[in-house]
């Protein structure tokens, strides 16, 4: 790639990016030993990604995609700083699909892309790494999985506390056992957020692809900001969409995949923004012997997120920690938390109990962070062909308990009974409407992949 300072890029065009920078036809990413990457969508999440990648001396980020050109400069500048080159722009990443020294694409655009674009690359031959929520529906995460497994494709998913050293040690504290029979679950997302901003109607910017950047969903007059946030065509919801982490680890630690049955209670209790999705959420799952319970709010100013603790040697103070999981065993009770929380294991009668503890330890991970562990292993899985920590059918089971909890509530709170091997509800027309997502032509999710 060429070489390129932070200040001779700043003075130059970024309206001119999509000139930028020309690979060597005679350049080996076999022999330079690095994997090539693109990345789609370089909003705020997908700059945190770069930033996480540009650690790495392994990996060629040859392309910066997005439907807008704003986004380039920003985005670029993180590339350069650590890697001392230019990335390549182009609006559509089909492009980049082309592009056969390709190895992997990032996709950490906002939910609507991300079931298709990775079919997309699938079938281009790429691997993939794409952001949560995984899929608008259920159908559309079994389409991302079958197309994973035709194309023999590495599909990891941006669940990163799959990656966490102590999420291995917790699974394996339930698996022997010393927890005792498990039958009751928690999940929580308790937290405070602010109302969805829906500015008045305005004229598309120069450089933004709209057609593209709205996708497969509607394309609805142009507003700035996320007013799309509140809308199903759009989005799986803001608890969804974060509660997926903490819903994908529980069903790691207890090993459950499809629950018998569902039902949600809750609704639009707090904001009046025009929002289609809840924002307080309770949750019942039944697999089996257990139960397991889902319990969210964007209302709650006294409940903290942990994201890493300045002392290693402490805790979150788990009544009031937002994002941790709960587990009910006969033996023993476990607190586990989300970003870099650790977990703690209580046990003893009512009058008397001792308690258990391991540290998170996110500080001695080798790459830093948990995001830096999981693109570790996404870039090893590349290398190896095993299977990720977080496979793509992995996230999909998760994903597909937010979907359920959703369809409770899309048909009034009711109790649904699920089919976990067709994927779909028994004798229930009205809640089977909302297993797939409607799609905006020509961006459809193809029935065969």
Known sequence: ???????????????????????????????????????MGVGGRGRALLTSLVKRSDVEIKYICDADTRCYGPAAEIIIEGHDYKPKFVQDFRKILDDPEVDAVVIATSDRWHALATIMACQAGKDVYVEKPLSLSIWDGRKMVEAARKYRRIVQVGTQSRSAPYTDKAAEYIRSGKLGDVHLARVFLMQESGPIGVADVQPIPEGLDYDLWCGPSPMLPYRPGRWFWGLWDFYVGYIMADMVHQIDLVRYLVGKEYPETVCNAGGVYHFD????????????????????????????????????????????????????????????????????????????????????????????????????????????????????????????????????????????????????????????????????????????VPEKV
């Not at 300072?5 to 065009?13: E, Y």
């Not at 805790?315 to 023993?332: L, V």
């Not at 977080?390 to 959703?406: F, G, K, Q, T």
């Open 273 to 444: 923004d025009g929002r289609e999705q809840p924002d307080t959420q309770f949750t019942t799952f039944e697999f089996g012997e257990l139960t397991m319970l889902f319990e969210a709010s964007l209302w709650s100013p006294y409940m903290h997120r942990i994201v890493h603790l300045k002392d290693k040697t402490k805790f979150p103070d788990w009544p009031f920690s937002a994002t941790k999981i709960e587990i009910c065993g006969t033996k023993g009770f476990m607190c586990f938390g989300r970003h870099g929380g650790g977990w703690q294991v209580f046990e003893g009668d009512a009058s008397v109990r001792r308690s258990k503890a391991v540290v998170s330890e996110p500080a001695t991970l080798k790459f830093g962070s948990i995001i830096d562990a999981h693109f570790e292993d996404f870039v090893d899985c590349i290398r190896t062909r095993r299977k990720p920590k977080a496979d793509v059918e992995e996230v999909h089971r998760s994903m597909a308990l937010c979907h359920l909890a959703n369809i409770s509530y899309r048909v009034g709170n009711r109790k649904l009974k699920f089919d976990g091997s067709t994927e779909s509800f028994v004798n229930d027309a009205e809640a089977n409407k909302y297993l797939k997502a409607n799609y905006r032509k020509p961006w459809i």
């Open 1 to 39: 790639m060429e070489s390129i300072n932070r200040r001779d890029f700043l003075k130059g065009s970024v309206g001119a990016a999509t000139g930028l920078t020309v690979i060597s036809a005679d350049r080996s990413p076999a022999a330079e030993n690095k994997v090539v990457l693109g990345i």
